[in-house]
């Protein structure tokens, strides 16, 4: 059977567990890169999100871009994996769980959530779009990128983060935050959910609170929730080693 997949992405390893990466705004699939390295004895499919690395730009509505991921997974022919979403990938990956839930073994919201945008944070993204439009990929992701990392970031990774943002395009970040401020709550796909859910958070994170990610672990039947001590919003970068412990111990726990 022939399926038409309008994403880019990559695999990794051959193990018989199945592990999907989804990477975060301003991001593609390379942000997995050192995770990836620790990851040793699954396979691995990095997908690249609409607008981001070498997919396409479509339209701003995470639930169509999660029927797209949906298409690789049905060229690949896997039917069963777990799903891990770096923050916008783990809205992805939400809207994901909501349309296909059969599907995962477990999910893992990585520095994300299942709220939705307060009214102060879509208009701070319009604006974004705006400034965007007007200045540019680089000007933007030199102020946003720096303030994801902890205060004592190593400077290469956070260069090179930053090299990789400026690579992206307007088009892509512009959908993309549209595709954000529109997404619905979803905390009911966390209080319905019929696999195990793992929560990472960053306790230098200043984009999602320690207190709202607690509110997020209570929702799940199971939830086992790990804070990185030493990550903002950028624990595969900043921690790889410690991230990878904690998702293998959270995949053993499960077999
Ligand atoms: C991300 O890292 O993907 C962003 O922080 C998501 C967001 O802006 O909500």
């Known amino acids: 059977m022939h399926f038409c997949v309008m994403l880019h992405w990559k695999i990794k390893g051959s193990g018989k567990e199945v592990l999907v990466l989804l990477h975060g705004f301003c991001e593609d699939h390379r942000v997995w890169y ?57 809205y992805v990956a939400l809207a994901y769980a909501e349309a296909f839930p059969n ?66 395009s307007v088009v892509g970040l512009c959908a993309a935050l549209e595709a954000m401020w529109a997404r619905p709550d979803r905390t009911a796909v966390l209080l319905e959910a019929i696999y195990p859910v793992l929560l990472i958070s960053g306790s230098e994170d200043t984009i999602l609170s320690l207190e709202a990610q607690s509110e997020l672990a209570a929702m799940p039947k199971q939830c086992s929730w790990t804070v990185l001590k030493h990550s903002g919003h950028m624990g595969m970068l900043e921690e790889p080693k410690l991230a990878a412990q904690v998702i293998k111990e959270f995949l053993a726990r499960l077999a």
Not at 144 to 159: K, M
């Open 34 to 90: 050192s995770l990836s390295d620790e990851l040793q004895g699954f396979t691995l499919v990095q997908i690249d999100l609409p607008g981001f690395g070498e997919s396409p730009v479509m339209e701003a509505d995470l639930s169509i871009w999660a029927k797209e991921v949906d298409a690789v997974f049905k060229a690949e022919g896997i039917e069963q994996f777990h799903l891990i979403g770096h923050s916008m990938g783990g």
């Open 103 to 168: 599907q995962l073994k477990s999910l893992c919201l990585f520095h994300s959530t299942a709220y939705a945008d307060t009214a102060e944070k879509v208009e701070a993204r319009k604006k974004q779009v705006d400034f965007i439009q007007r200045n540019g990929v680089s000007p933007y992701v030199q102020q946003l990128i720096p303030g994801l990392f902890a205060s004592d970031a190593n400077r290469t990774l956070l260069e090179q983060q930053l090299a990789q943002a400026k690579e992206q």
